[in-house]
């Protein structure tokens, strides 16, 4: 999935600047944060090792690249020593790898939180849904009553059977995330279900890729209404909700969509959300010399490398891969001078990073007409 090369954007006067990350796969995240040896001293929301933190606390809305980055390079050193001390050898991470892990955690925080059965009920009610499905009861010939329906393990389940429904002889309900939820809960509730948190699984975003072309979604979505570089921040239900609103946009019959595949797409909505990374140039500028990058970086007897060897490739996943390879390279020069590990802020690291980015530009109005915002919030 390289297929994005890294590009910078840069309004007119060339400080706020864009640029591409790579699309990471959720499913890939999970192997990695296994195989990579994160799970030797963390765990994510749930049992596991508590050497480092759980790092599900860390995963709140608003979630981005340049959080994880900065949080992995603030903690480093630390995490540096926790290794040796427990003879865990050090990971190397890739820049896709971090993209991979990045993606793992914002769909595994997000992806579903309990609903309430009562108000489920009044949603489904609201909703219309009671005046042709019975909970018990056929109430027109060829209607499925719930106690029929098939298990609904969580709100992409029931967002797929929306996407699938028939969609004539009645007006297509808008619902909002947290109705979702609520309705699910309801519905499993009736269904003898267990209503509470679900397990996490991510679908594949690799393979959300090709579905949109499988599944008709290219023969609406291409250029100037590509769903890639959205610049929102919807997690899993939200995402969901947004799909089920989507169906009175299908005009004509579109192929049936399974369980798996509503959540592959899924994963690959929500890893494009993260497409477009932005930062500003200027105040990264003042960063790197308020944390005194300079000192050895534009130094070349100093030993460090010149980090104009990094413009036009910087991102915050780069920055991870870079603070697993050369952080410790690094530390040990900080340590003969004398230097403290400098910590960044979220911001800092986003600025920090296009700032170093920052030489090929390109007007930032290509990409404003590529995308395309979501018409309606669906938290709300
Ligand atoms: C040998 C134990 C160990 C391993 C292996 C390890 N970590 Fe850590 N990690 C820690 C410790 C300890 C801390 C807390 C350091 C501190 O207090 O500053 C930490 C902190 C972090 C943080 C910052 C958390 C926060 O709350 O801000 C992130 C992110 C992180 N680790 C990611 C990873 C990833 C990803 C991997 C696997 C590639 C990994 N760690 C492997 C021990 C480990
Ligand atoms: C105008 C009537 C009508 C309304 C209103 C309606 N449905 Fe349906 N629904 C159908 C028909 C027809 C089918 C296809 C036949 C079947 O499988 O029951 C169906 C199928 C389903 C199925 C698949 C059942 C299975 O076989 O497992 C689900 C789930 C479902 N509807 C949920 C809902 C929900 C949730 C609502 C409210 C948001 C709703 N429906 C509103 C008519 C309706
Ligand atoms: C018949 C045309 C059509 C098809 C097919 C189609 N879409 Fe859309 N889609 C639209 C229109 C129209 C909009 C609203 C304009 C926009 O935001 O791009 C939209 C919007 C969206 C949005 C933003 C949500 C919103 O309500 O604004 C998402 C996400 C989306 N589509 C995903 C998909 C996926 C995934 C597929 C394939 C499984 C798909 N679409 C297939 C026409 C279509
Ligand atoms: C005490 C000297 C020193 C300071 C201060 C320093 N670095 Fe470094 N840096 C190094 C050395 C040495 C390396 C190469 C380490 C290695 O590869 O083992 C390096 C490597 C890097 C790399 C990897 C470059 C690549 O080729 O991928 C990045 C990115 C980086 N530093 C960023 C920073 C930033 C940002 C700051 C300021 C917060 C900073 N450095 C401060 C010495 C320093």
């Not at 990695?32 to 994160?38: G, K, P, T």
């Not at 579903?112 to 027109?140: I, M, N, W, Y």
Request: glycine residues 8%; aromatic residues 8%; proline residues 7%.
């Amino acid at each position: 999935m390289k297929l994005l090369a890294v590009l910078l954007v840069v309004a007119g006067t060339g400080i706020p600047a864009t640029r591409r990350l790579l699309p990471g796969d959720p499913d890939h995240g999970r192997e990695l944060f296994r195989s990579q040896n994160c799970v030797a001293c963390h765990s994510f929301s749930g049992p596991g090792a508590s050497v480092g933190p759980d790092l599900a606390r860390l995963v709140a809305r608003g979630f981005t690249p340049a959080q994880l980055a900065s949080a992995m390079w603030n903690h480093a050193p630390r995490m540096w020593a926790a290794m040796k001390r427990h003879g865990v050898a050090r990971p190397e991470l890739s820049e896709q790898q971090a993209a991979d892990l990045f993606a793992f955690f914002f769909a595994a925080h997000s992806f579903e939180k309990p609903g309430q059965p009562r108000q489920g009920e009044e949603v489904f009610q609201s909703k219309r849904c009671a005046e042709c499905h019975g909970l018990d009861t056929a109430l027109g010939s060829g209607i499925t009553p719930v106690s029929g329906w098939a298990p609904l393990p969580d709100s992409v389940a029931l967002t797929r059977e929306m996407w699938n429904h028939p969609r004539s002889g009645f007006v297509f309900p808008r619902i909002a995330s947290r109705q979702l939820t609520d309705l699910l809960s309801y519905l499993q509730s009736f269904q003898g279900q267990p209503t509470g948190p679900r397990a996490f699984s991510p679908g594949s975003a690799e393979s959300g890729t090709t579905l949109l072309e499988t599944k008709g979604c290219t023969g609406c979505h291409v250029d100037p209404k590509a769903l890639e570089s959205r610049s929102t921040r919807y997690g899993a239900t939200d995402l969901a909700a947004v799909l089920w609103n989507h169906v009175p946009k299908l005009t004509g019959s579109t192929p049936p969509v399974s369980y798996q595949e509503m959540r592959d797409l899924i994963a690959y909505l929500s890893s494009a959300q993260f497409l477009e990374e932005r930062g500003d140039m200027e105040r990264g500028k003042t960063v790197f010399a308020r944390k005194r990058c300079a000192t050895c970086h534009e130094n070349l007897s100093s030993g460090a490398p010149n980090l104009a060897a990094v413009s036009g490739k910087m991102t915050s996943f780069d920055m991870m891969a870079a603070v697993w390879k050369h952080g410790p390279g690094m530390w040990s020069r900080m340590q003969e001078r004398r230097f403290a590990w400098p910590h960044f802020r979220d911001s800092e690291m986003a600025d920090l990073t296009a700032y170093l980015h920052g030489v090929e530009f390109r007007q930032r109005s290509d990409l404003v007409r590529q995308r395309v915002r979501l018409a309606v919030d669906p938290r709300q």
